[in-house]
Structures are given as structure tokens and as C-alpha cells.
């Protein structure tokens, strides 16, 4: 696709998913509504359209991508390219005004095989609604000064609000506690966002298989919702690190609550040093840990005679053995029992 030479006929833009769950691949596409319409049906493919077939999940990657740290230059450069825009257009400037804006954001946008489609979808769905508005306010004619600023401000402002309504859910991410990392949290923000959203379903008969591919106008939410629907009949849930928060893919292979091996050990790390504070605190592990100590002491005194060692050695790990299963059974609020001897 390029993207410098967006005509501005149309101004909603579309992004486009189908899914093969058998062979673990998505198809996600992005263009105008009519030949994305095409290419899921008919197999049009189009040099206006943008398409990837890519390993499942890779969605939920680019959301990652789009909510980690370095990704914030990204962000920022859309909404300052977006906001040069909205005020070209507030202006009545000509086009010559905006390549600055427009050079920025095709520069930012990436046609190969390793580019964010979220980001190209924003970026596409910045400059549609740009052109249109722009094209359709030159369009008019204008008696008065007076007049074409009043429509100028009117498509400014129309502009503003669909950019700002796109760009939203990637603004707003929640942070990790105590940290600058951001994070989607698909439940409470697909919840939070317009239950009208609309999306297109079409079917086609491929490679003697049926397909179907989901479509929505102007929206990445809406696709979003109908990817976690998917991807929860094909037994995948897609969940957060308990960690650091970023997006994962639950499955029966993978199971794990985090992201990586190295939130895994934070984890491991956190949870060793709860345990161990709970564990100072708690008079039954003071007296196990007592027990255990003494009997390790007695253990090195007994190293010069083998056979004493390995007597003491049978004793100790059947005491040890029961103190353990009495250990698990007590806790601090554990009654007190007298012997039964009188």
C-alpha cells in the first residue's frame, strides 16, 4: 500500500481478520471497506490493501508492542502528526502544509512483513479521514470568510473526534504498580467501549473449505472483541502476566501464568520471600526449624563414625517425615493438647 497517495474518496477505514484455528495461522487485512470486502470474498487482493498471513496470536504481539515503553515515541508521533492535521484543516491550508505531518506518518509506517498492523491501521485511518475531510471542505463553495472558517471548524472537529475515538483504548492503558509499564486489560476496556460496535461477516468457499473473515469500520475494538471470542472457542485465553502485565496466550500446551522466564523467577523470588517472613512469624516453623537444626548438628558430630551415621541418618528422616505431616496440620491457632500419659 501507499500510503501518500490515500485519494480521499472515502473516509472510513477498515481492518479485517479471518482465522484457519487447524493450521495456527490469522489473515488480518486493512484498506477501504469495498475491497477488503472483495478480497475476503472473492480473494481480490488489491495494491491498496495491506495483508498478512501470519502465525495465530500475532495480534496479541502487536498489542504488546504497542503498550511497552519504546513504543511511546510511536504513539506520540501519531497523535502530534494527527493534531498538525486537525489544525490544517481548522486553517483552510492546502495540502503543501501538511506534508510535513503526512511524510512523518508514512515514514512511520512499515510494509514489510515484520510491520504492526495496528499501527499501520492507525496510521491508514489518520490519513483516510484527513483526506476526505480535507478534499470534502475544499470542495464547497464559500461566499463569505466567515462561512468557510464555520465549515472548516466543523470538519476539524469531526476529524478530531474520530481520531480521538480510535486512538483512545491505546492512550489510556493501565501501568504495572509502582512502574511506568503499560498494559492491556482486554476485559475492562472492551467493556468500557460502545456495545453498537459494527462488524461485517463474510463467508467464502476456498481450497474446498468454508472461511469466514470479520470486518469492522473505523475500529480496532471491535475486531479485538471478536479475536478473544475466537480464539476462546479454539480453547485459547488470552490473559495477563501476573507480573508485568503484558498480554498471553493460555492454551493446553502453555498453561503458564507469565510472559517469560524471567518474570517466572520474579515470581519465585517474590514468593520465597513471603514465605519466608510468613514462616519467621509463625511459632510451629520456629519449632520445626528448631527441631531440623539440632538434628543436622548432631549429623556432623557423627561424620567419623559411618556406621552411627548412617543409623542416625534412618531415625532421622522417619522423624523428620512425621514432623512434617504434623507441621502441615498445625498453625498458631492450633490448639495446645496436654499428654495423655496421667
Known amino acids: 500500500m501507499n500510503i501518500n497517495n490515500i485519494s480521499g474518496e472515502n473516509k472510513t477505514a477498515s481492518i479485517g481478520i479471518s482465522f484457519d484455528i487447524p493450521s495456527e495461522r490469522e489473515i488480518i487485512a486493512i484498506g477501504s471497506p469495498d475491497r477488503l470486502k472483495a478480497y475476503f470474498t472473492l480473494s481480490i487482493e488489491n495494491p491498496e490493501i495491506e495483508i498478512r498471513i501470519r502465525k495465530l496470536g500475532s495480534l496479541v504481539d502487536e498489542m504488546n508492542e504497542l503498550a511497552q515503553s519504546e513504543a511511546d515515541d510511536k504513539m506520540q508521533i501519531l497523535a502530534e502528526c494527527s493534531n498538525g492535521l486537525c489544525d490544517i484543516i481548522s486553517e483552510g491550508q492546502g495540502n503543501k502544509s501538511a506534508e510535513e505531518y503526512i511524510n512523518a506518518l508514512a515514514e512511520l509506517y512499515d510494509s514489510s512483513n515484520k510491520g504492526n498492523m495496528l499501527l499501520n491501521f492507525m ?4 490519513l483516510t479521514n484527513y483526506r476526505y475531510n480535507h478534499r470534502t471542505l475544499n470542495s464547497e463553495w464559500h461566499v463569505f470568510v466567515s462561512s468557510m472558517k464555520k465549515s472548516a471548524a466543523r470538519f476539524a472537529e469531526q476529524f478530531n473526534t474520530c481520531v480521538s475515538d480510535m486512538l483512545l483504548p491505546f492512550r489510556n492503558l493501565p501501568t504495572v ?54 480464539l476462546k472457542q479454539a480453547n485459547r485465553i488470552v490473559s495477563n502476566c501476573t507480573i508485568c502485565g503484558k498480554l498471553i496466550i493460555k492454551d493446553k500446551t502453555n498453561n503458564s501464568d507469565f510472559c517469560s522466564q524471567e518474570c517466572r523467577n520474579v515470581h519465585k523470588r517474590e514468593w520465597t520471600k513471603e514465605n519466608r517472613i510468613k514462616n519467621a512469624e509463625s511459632d510451629v516453623q520456629n519449632i520445626y526449624t528448631t527441631f531440623y537444626n539440632n538434628t543436622n548438628n548432631q549429623k556432623r558430630k557423627l561424620k567419623r563414625s559411618p556406621e552411627a551415621l548412617e543409623q542416625y541418618n534412618t531415625l532421622f528422616n522417619e522423624l523428620k517425615e512425621k514432623a512434617l505431616i504434623m507441621k502441615r496440620g498445625l498453625s498458631d491457632d492450633s490448639p495446645f493438647s496436654l499428654s495423655n500419659n496421667p
Open 123 to 126: 496510521i491508514f485511518f489518520i
Open 177 to 230: 504498580p509502582e512502574s511506568n509499564v503499560r498494559y492491556w486489560n482486554i476485559p475492562e476496556q472492551i467493556n468500557a467501549s460502545p456495545t453498537d460496535l459494527t462488524v461485517h461477516i463474510y463467508y467464502t468457499h476456498l481450497n474446498g473449505t468454508w472461511q469466514t473473515a470479520y470486518v469492522a469500520d473505523d475500529s480496532f475494538l471491535a475486531v479485538l472483541r471478536i479475536y478473544v471470542d475466537m
